[in-house]
């Protein structure tokens, strides 16, 4: 029999129906923008929250603290919770901010494999977690693969973004298992008060939800507003913590992520004897990154002083743009390096940024890949790029966007 005979003869391969609610538009867009740059256009991301596309560095004392474990052999796997001296600093540094009732601390692939093994030991099918919208995608896609449901809560835009305590009290139901909070958020830059993060806090407490808390931005606040660790307010409730280098430590490549799980022994026991599990399942997180994690918490942060410099001037300048560009609102980012404008325009937010990639080639995410209803017209920037970037790409902006009014 002939080769493409037998080729036309083979069935295609089945797929698994649970990836069909996996979305990430984060990167899906940028498949376009990939063949624009395969055909020589040169693109501005405005897509991706990575720093190190733009003028940041990773610090010099924890590429060495890699380097040094790579020479030293460090090249095995790491124990599955993650190595000694990296878990201590976590625990400090922890303890540090005021969290109590420690019961476990472990290393994962980032902080996206540290929300995947957190709801993995969490979830049933058809229960549901309470994720903010718009959404930070991860969540929402690792619910999906689990078959387990995303209940979004609203964040409020005429609030600066905090919580609608009211729509999330109204969400709640027997099948919640857990509240997620994401503070400084992405992607709308906001930092929730105190006062909301406490009602939070009630409202988990009442209703008998874990609190998973992602923490990524908390040295990335860029107005001086206090960050709270929830943890540090809620010694009482299992709480899940979530940080990683990937973003005030500029190394989101080496996919290094840590989770601390605080609250009652006994409340907690069987929730971390599953997350064990898990962690050893899959045997270890990276292991020579892992020795940046000592450094980066117990060395020097004077990277982050310039840091916060840079992206303070960057969201003052986005902030001057949308104020002085009809048909853009904007809410005042206060931390991490995101807005989320809305903009006047009648067309279909996913086409509006797929036009403005191919005609402007400026690539920005439209709302709907954050949940956001299909028919609302946010889209978020990242603020990262350098100002005479940042400054052409809200030009070449500006400019479609005055045709689509
Ligand atoms: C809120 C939030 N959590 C987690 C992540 C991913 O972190 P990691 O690189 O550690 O997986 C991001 C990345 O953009 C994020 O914005």
């Not at 860029?222 to 190394?251: E, W």
Request: some cysteine; aromatic content about 8%; hydrophobic content about 40%.
């Amino acid at each position: 029999m002939a080769l493409a005979e037998e080729i036309g003869r083979i069935p295609e391969v089945l797929v698994a129906e649970r990836v069909e609610h996996v979305r990430y538009a984060i990167r899906d867009i940028a498949v376009v923008a990939e063949q624009l740059s395969r055909e020589g256009k040169r693109i501005i991301p405005l897509n991706i929250g990575d720093p190190l596309n733009f003028d940041f560095q990773t610090p010099a004392h924890l590429v060495e603290a890699v380097e040094k474990a790579i020479r030293d052999g460090k090249n095995g796997y790491a124990p599955s919770l993650g190595l000694d001296e990296a878990l201590e600093a976590i625990r400090t540094d922890a303890e540090r901010k005021g969290i109590r009732n420690i019961q476990t601390v472990f290393v994962t692939y980032g902080v996206s494999e540290a929300a995947d093994i957190c709801l993995t030991a969490l979830v049933n099918r058809g229960e549901n977690v309470l994720v903010p919208r718009p959404d930070y995608p991860i969540y929402s896609a690792i619910l999906a693969k689990l078959e387990a449901e995303v209940n979004f809560y609203r964040l409020d835009e005429n609030r600066d973004w905090e919580p609608d305590l009211e729509d999330l009290e109204n969400k709640v139901n027997e099948k919640t298992r857990a509240l997620v909070v994401i503070s400084p958020n992405n992607p709308t830059g906001s930092v929730y008060s105190r006062k909301t993060l406490e009602a939070l806090i009630d409202l988990a407490r009442r209703r008998h939800l874990l609190i998973i808390t992602d923490e990524i931005y908390e040295k990335l606040i860029l107005d001086g507003d206090p960050h709270y660790p929830v943890a540090s307010l809620a010694p009482d409730l299992p709480v899940v913590t979530l940080n990683g280098l990937s973003k005030a430590y500029l190394a989101p490549g080496w996919r290094v992520g840590w989770v601390v799980v605080s609250g009652p022994a006994q409340a907690t026991q069987s929730y971390v004897e599953n997350l064990k599990k898990l962690v050893r399942a899959r045997l270890s997180a990276n292991f020579p990154m892992q020795y940046a994690i000592r450094p980066a918490l117990e060395g020097p942060q004077d990277h982050l002083k310039e840091v916060i410099a840079k992206l303070r001037a960057r969201r003052d300048l986005t902030m001057s743009w949308a104020g002085a560009t009809p048909g853009v609102r904007c809410v005042r980012p206060r931390g991490a390096f995101y807005a989320f404008p809305r903009f006047e325009i009648a067309s279909n937010d996913e086409e509006f940024a797929k036009q403005l990639l191919l005609e402007k080639h400026v690539l920005i995410v439209h709302g709907s890949g954050f949940g956001m209803t299909k028919g609302t017209s946010y889209f978020r920037l990242v603020f990262l790029p350098q100002e005479p970037l940042l400054l052409e790409a809200y030009r070449k902006l500006g400019d479609f966007l005055r045709k689509a009014l």
